[in-house]
């Protein structure tokens, strides 16, 4: 059956790094889009960034561009986020999920992990 498994989170400083891994079984992970997307307390889930199939071509919500990195290895059905210069906003559960195609609905997702930024 499909699984996406994340690790990774935990506590960080603010201006902190962090790199979240999702890892994929149970389908061709190379045949899919990726997607990263959080869920801060007490709000609704937020896009954050995706990558296609091939991983060369990558997108970001602007509160994340130019400091969130998402990539991809298809040997290795995994998928990543890096996490530069973090800010307390950035707190939230992060979840991975796939899509077939670019604009379809994301079919199965991930048990999430929890990005904290504290001080």
């Known amino acids: 059956q499909v699984q996406l498994v994340e690790s990774g989170g935990g506590l960080v400083q603010p201006g902190g790094s962090l790199r979240l891994s999702c890892a994929a079984s149970?389908?061709?992970?190379?045949?899919?889009?990726m997607y990263w997307v959080r869920q801060a307390p007490g709000k609704g889930l937020e896009w954050v960034s995706g990558?296609?199939?091939?991983?060369?071509?990558?997108f970001y919500a602007d509160s994340v561009k130019g400091r969130f990195t998402i990539s991809r290895d298809n040997a290795k059905n995994t998928l990543f986020l890096h996490f530069n210069s973090l800010k307390f906003e950035d707190t939230a559960v992060y979840y991975c999920?796939?899509?077939?195609?670019?604009?379809?609905?994301?079919?199965?997702w991930g048990q999430g992990t929890q990005v904290t930024v504290s001080s």
């Open positions: 999920t796939r899509a077939l195609e670019p604009y379809d609905s994301y079919d199965y």
């Open positions: 149970g389908f061709t992970f190379s045949h899919y889009w």
């Open positions: 990558i296609n199939r091939d991983g060369d071509n990558t």
